[in-house]
């Protein structure tokens, strides 16, 4: 026998996980995002979204657990159960055969600003609904990497 959901717990699965933001990346990432509006807006909308409710810090004071451009993200698909490992990067340095993931992507989206060990959902280009788990979050150890 199955128990029904109340309100109150689909409330709770449905929310959105927190995220924060480098300070230092704010600027270049709300430019893309509103450079995207005419072409793609529905994956503009949705980063513009997470920026509006992301909490902006110093990059002095960015937690080394969270998703920034040039972090290097393990995360699981709880559909398959299959593990991933990709740098989140700028749309100009993205190169899927090595595994670097653009800002600019629906999962790059989703990724962005994610503390380990957050759940939350991406919708494929062919309007699956996935949920994800980050189980990693590596920083680059120099600033020149970031940018790679």
């Known amino acids: 026998m199955t128990t029904p959901m109340t309100n109150t717990m689909k409330h709770r699965r449905e929310r959105a996980p927190k995220i924060v933001i480098n300070a230092d990346d704010l600027a270049h990432i709300e430019a893309l995002a509103e450079s995207a509006l005419q072409r793609n807006p529905a994956l503009a909308n949705r980063l513009l979204d997470e920026i509006g409710r992301a909490r902006i810090v110093k990059s002095a004071r960015m937690p080394k657990n969270v998703v920034s451009i040039g972090s290097v993200v393990t995360y699981r698909d709880e559909t398959t159960g299959q593990q991933k490992t ?26 962005l600003g994610l503390a380990e060990g957050a759940a939350f959902y991406w919708d494929t280009r062919f309007n699956q609904r996935r949920v994800l788990t980050v189980i990693g979050v590596e920083q680059p150890s120099t600033a020149e990497d970031a940018r790679i």
């Open 86 to 111: 990709v740098t989140l990067v700028y749309p100009e340095d993205a190169d899927i055969a090595h595994q670097r993931v653009s800002v600019m992507t629906p999962i790059g989206v989703a990724l």
